[in-house]
């Protein structure tokens, strides 16, 4: 599988006019040996890559991807939206139904403000509580990943210590710690930021630990502050409601982006009724937030996956996924750690502190024909048939035996 031909020559190219190749995560040179960088067409939960070479699925476009690529449902309502206007002096008539809808699938809504990616709806979170609290101070879990602008960026790079001026940090599933750093803000206490379990890039995912969530609700109850959960990567693929409605725990404010859309660009904040004032009143806009297409596309996508119960579907063979590769590791004498929600599973050796286990596995799956990643949380969607699931654990299966051969 190796990278030559058009991949190659895309990537040559690229190098001369794009930073580093390219920006950010989707960046396939921190990938093992082997993986493409460019591809040329999706369908359900197949990829073909710039060489035309098939492999299933299993990163969805990183979450985007929640029924499945070029789901036909969503295309379809896209391009009837797109047949009669996308961009206008004006959002189309779909907005108030997409809007509509939200507020009614996720309790804690009292309205709804729509953007394009999860680092707008993260910020204007931010903005919103400091502005109906009148404070500034934020909490946000040590690692947690919310954004690519100043406030939140994993890079320091081009980001001054004003910038992260009024942020505090606690310990994701540390209730103390949160406690500790509510204190020390107490009277400036704008808002905790949370994501829905954690889900730090190369480490082992935690779900919330019991009472967690309930101790973040009673310190901002206790204080005044937003309780702000970044559903951005969970968000639609847990629950449909949100992603800690089975903890029955309810954010002031949520931020929305990946699945909402099935891979079109949409993000949403939803609210409560507290809140509604300051939304009103913070200046949040962008040159592309209206367009209609996406927002049919949500409407459909958010129709089907009630339809379907695509949560409850993800799930199922996020576990069939999970027992086959737990029976795999086992058969070649590999010890392996699983964490995450079924719909969004990491798969680990053992002692593999640096991963080299991990990428040996990707690389020899990849080689086998399905797409599978060492250091993320993966993604199930819902064109993720038992089909499709075993195909993927038979390229495990050569993955296994990569490892095997490496291990002492
Ligand atoms: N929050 C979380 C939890 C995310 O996973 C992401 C994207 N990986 C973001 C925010 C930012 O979303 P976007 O890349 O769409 O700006």
């Keep these: 599988f190796a990278n030559t031909s058009r991949d190659a020559a895309l990537r040559e190219r690229a190098g001369r006019v794009i930073p580093g190749g390219l920006w950010g995560h989707l960046n396939a040179a921190r990938l ?64 108030v139904d997409l809007a509509e809808r939200l507020v009614e699938t996720i309790p804690h809504a009292a309205w709804c403000l729509l953007s394009k990616n999860g680092t707008d709806a993260t910020t204007a979170c931010v903005t919103i509580a400091r502005a109906g609290t009148g404070r500034r101070k934020l909490l946000v879990a040590r690692g947690s990943y919310h954004g690519a602008v100043p406030w939140c960026s994993p890079s320091m790079a081009g980001v001054t210590a004003e910038d992260r001026a009024h942020l505090l940090f606690y310990d994701y599933n540390d209730a103390d710690s949160v406690r500790a750093a509510a204190e020390a803000a107490r009277g400036d206490l704008a808002g905790i930021l949370v994501t829905a379990f954690r889900h730090d890039m190369a480490r082992t995912l935690d779900l919330p630990a019991p009472g967690f969530a309930q101790a973040l609700r009673t310190i901002c109850d206790d204080q005044g502050a937003a309780l702000i959960l970044d559903d951005v990567r969970a968000g639609f693929r847990l629950h449909l409601g949100g992603s800690w409605e089975t903890l029955g725990v309810r954010p002031d404010l949520a931020a929305y982006s990946k699945a909402i859309a099935n891979g079109h660009p949409l993000a949403a904040v939803t609210g409560r009724e507290w809140l509604r004032r300051a939304a009103t009143e913070v200046f949040t806009t962008g040159s592309f937030w209206c367009g209609a297409v996406p927002m049919a596309a949500a409407l459909a996508t958010i129709a089907e996956l009630h339809r379907i119960d695509g949560p409850a579907r993800m799930r199922a063979m996020g576990q069939r996924l999970r027992d086959g590769l737990a029976a795999g590791a086992e058969r070649h004498g590999l010890a392996i750690l699983q964490s995450g929600p079924p719909q969004m599973p990491l798969l680990q050796f053992e002692r593999d502190v640096d991963f080299r286990l991990g990428e040996a596995f990707c690389a020899a799956a990849l080689a086998a ?40």
Excluded: K, T
């Design 32 to 95: 093992p040996e082997g993986y493409p960088q460019y591809y040329s067409r999706a369908e359900g939960c197949r990829l073909w890559d710039a060489d035309g070479r098939e492999v299933v699925d299993f990163m969805s476009s990183w979450g985007p991807i929640v029924l499945g690529h070029h789901h036909p449902a969503v295309e379809e309502a896209a391009q009837r939206q797109a047949a009669l206007g996308d961009c206008m002096n004006g959002p189309a008539p779909v907005l």
């Design 369 to 408: 024909g399905a797409y599978f990643h060492p250091r993320h949380n993966m993604f199930l969607n819902c064109a993720h048939d038992a089909a499709a699931v075993d195909r993927g654990l038979a390229a495990a299966e050569e993955g296994f035996a990569a490892v095997a051969r490496l291990s002492p």
